[in-house]
């Protein structure tokens, strides 16, 4: 059998990058491919699991039947790759990690979004609580069941490292999933996350605002003018308007939150080589064991940020139609949790594990992996099947 041939070599990299030939592995080791870096298979193995497919019918904000045109998990996550991917570039760093954290970072998340995760970690709360990160590992490295070697999708290193700390360093001491993975992989649980994670993390920060902006003003949650109070957003609006004049709401509206997506972008780049500067780090390493994230917005606009945030969540997260839908989000899940931890043979088959039926903790955790895996549509299709008779079980 001939060699096989090289591997193609991506654009170059910045001695603080996180290098693809220099992967710390995986928990349980495979072969290299020919053709694809290892976090170029973190990616694509993302890309063709289960759990991203799901994604597009589980709720950024509004439930998915409320309108084909508001965000889904899945547009979100595809929106905080692209942003991510091209701030990697323009930093000189790993492109496809940064990629493969970015479409799998809500791996974790509940049906009908914080609604649904509330819901779930009031009723886990006896077992430890339900936090949507932590089930992200889980999906990676338990739940997802395609290969025939191994559970999960047998992620980086690197990537296990990133999810972990999407937020940052985690708190101590860790769930019992990410205290299972630092003991296989010591994955410094306690320095920064590494320079593609950071990236990553505030890409899905600057995609939460724009979107989120675009769909409550599509929505119909506050209007244009109500943004005069908000300092990031105002200057943009009026920079439309005195750049186009009178523009139809949609187009108001997308030309906003493309040019605040700029504009933040622009910022965090600029912040972000201030600080490589001033640091000079000679590794990946070197910014983890850095006092503060590399990655970040300016000071001002950090401030301006929080307003933004602080309208959002009073206008929008917080506005009475979408707190009704959150309030029978909750009733919804909490319905499915008690019912399925008081009668597993009510769960499908394969869900059904010996040792659920003695262990209160172990069936616990598999009805909230079970819950936690559906999409909205399915959930509600459940409490369907579950609670109402004409329904076929």
Same mark, same amino acid.
């Given at each position: 059998?001939?060699?096989?041939?090289?591997?193609?070599?991506?654009?170059? $990299?910045?001695?603080?990058?996180?290098?693809?030939e220099?992967?710390?592995?995986?928990?349980?080791?495979?072969?290299?491919?020919?053709?694809?870096?290892?976090?170029?298979?973190?990616?694509?193995?993302?890309?063709?699991?289960?759990?991203?497919?799901?994604?597009?019918?589980?709720?950024?904000?509004?439930?998915?039947?409320?309108?084909d045109?508001?965000?889904?998990?899945?547009?979100?996550?595809?929106?905080?790759?692209?942003?991510?991917?091209?701030?990697?570039?323009?930093?000189?760093?790993?492109?496809?990690?940064?990629?493969?954290?970015?479409?799998?970072?809500?791996?974790?998340?509940?049906?009908?979004?914080?609604?649904?995760?509330?819901?779930?970690?009031?009723?886990?709360?006896?077992?430890?609580?339900?936090?949507?990160?932590?089930?992200t590992l889980?999906?990676?490295?338990?739940?997802?069941?395609?290969?025939?070697?191994?559970?999960?999708?047998?992620?980086t290193?690197?990537?296990?490292?990133?999810?972990?700390?999407?937020?940052?360093?985690?708190?101590?001491p860790?769930?019992?999933?990410?205290?299972?993975?630092?003991?296989?992989?010591?994955?410094? $649980?306690?320095?920064?996350?590494?320079?593609?994670?950071?990236?990553?993390?505030?890409?899905?920060?600057?995609?939460y605002?724009?979107?989120?902006?675009?769909?409550?003003?599509?929505?119909?949650?506050?209007?244009i003018?109500?943004?005069?109070?908000?300092?990031?957003?105002?200057?943009?609006?009026?920079?439309?308007?005195?750049?186009?004049?009178?523009?139809e709401?949609?187009?108001l509206?997308?030309?906003?939150?493309?040019?605040?997506?700029?504009?933040?972008?622009?910022?965090?780049?600029?912040?972000?080589?201030?600080?490589?500067?001033?640091?000079?780090?000679?590794?990946?390493?070197?910014?983890?064991?850095?006092p503060?994230?590399?990655?970040?917005?300016?000071?001002?606009?950090?401030?301006?940020?929080?307003?933004?945030?602080?309208?959002?969540?009073?206008?929008?997260?917080?506005?009475?139609?979408?707190?009704?839908?959150?309030?029978?989000?909750?009733?919804?899940?909490?319905?499915?949790?008690?019912l399925?931890?008081?009668?597993?043979?009510?769960?499908?088959?394969?869900?059904?594990?010996?040792?659920?039926?003695?262990?209160?903790?172990?069936?616990?955790?598999?009805?909230?992996?079970?819950?936690?895996?559906?999409?909205?549509?399915?959930?509600?299709?459940?409490?369907?099947? $579950?609670?109402?008779?004409?329904?076929?079980?």
């Amino acid at each position: 059998m001939p060699p096989a041939p090289p591997r193609r070599r991506g654009p170059a $990299l910045a001695p603080h990058a996180s290098p693809p030939e220099r992967s710390r592995g995986r928990r349980h080791p495979e072969p290299e491919a020919a053709e694809r870096s290892p976090h170029q298979r973190d990616r694509d193995r993302v890309l063709h699991s289960g759990a991203f497919r799901k994604l597009k019918y589980k709720t950024q904000v509004f439930v998915y039947h409320e309108g084909d045109y508001y965000r889904t998990r899945l547009t979100h996550s595809l929106e905080v790759a692209q942003l991510a991917r091209s701030a990697c570039r323009s930093l000189a760093l790993n492109e496809d990690l940064a990629e493969a954290l970015a479409l799998a970072h809500d791996f974790g998340h509940t049906p009908f979004g914080h609604a649904g995760e509330e819901a779930l970690d009031a009723a886990m709360r006896p077992w430890g609580g339900f936090d949507h990160n932590d089930q992200t590992l889980r999906v990676l490295t338990r739940l997802e069941r395609r290969y025939a070697a191994f559970d999960g999708l047998n992620p980086t290193w690197e990537t296990l490292e990133g999810l972990a700390k999407h937020n940052g360093p985690p708190r101590l001491p860790p769930s019992p999933t990410l205290a299972d993975l630092d003991g296989a992989l010591d994955l410094r $649980l306690g320095a920064q996350a590494g320079p593609e994670a950071q990236v990553a993390a505030i890409a899905d920060d600057i995609a939460y605002d724009a979107h989120d902006l675009d769909d409550g003003l599509r929505a119909g949650l506050f209007g244009i003018g109500e943004l005069a109070e908000v300092p990031l957003v105002a200057p943009i609006v009026a920079s439309v308007r005195a750049a186009h004049g009178s523009l139809e709401d949609g187009r108001l509206f997308h030309e906003t939150a493309r040019r605040l997506i700029d504009a933040l972008v622009t910022d965090m780049l600029a912040e972000t080589r201030r600080r490589l500067a001033a640091l000079d780090p000679g590794s990946a390493d070197d910014i983890r064991d850095a006092p503060e994230p590399v990655a970040a917005f300016s000071e001002e606009t950090r401030e301006k940020d929080a307003e933004l945030k602080a309208f959002l969540r009073a206008r929008m997260y917080r506005h009475y139609k979408v707190n009704r839908m959150a309030s029978k989000a909750r009733r919804l899940v909490a319905d499915l949790f008690r019912l399925l931890t008081a009668e597993p043979e009510c769960l499908p088959a394969d869900w059904q594990a010996p040792e659920i039926r003695d262990d209160e903790a172990a069936r616990a955790r598999t009805v909230a992996d079970y819950i936690s895996g559906m999409t909205d549509r399915y959930a509600m299709l459940e409490h369907k099947r $579950l609670f109402q008779l004409d329904e076929v079980g």
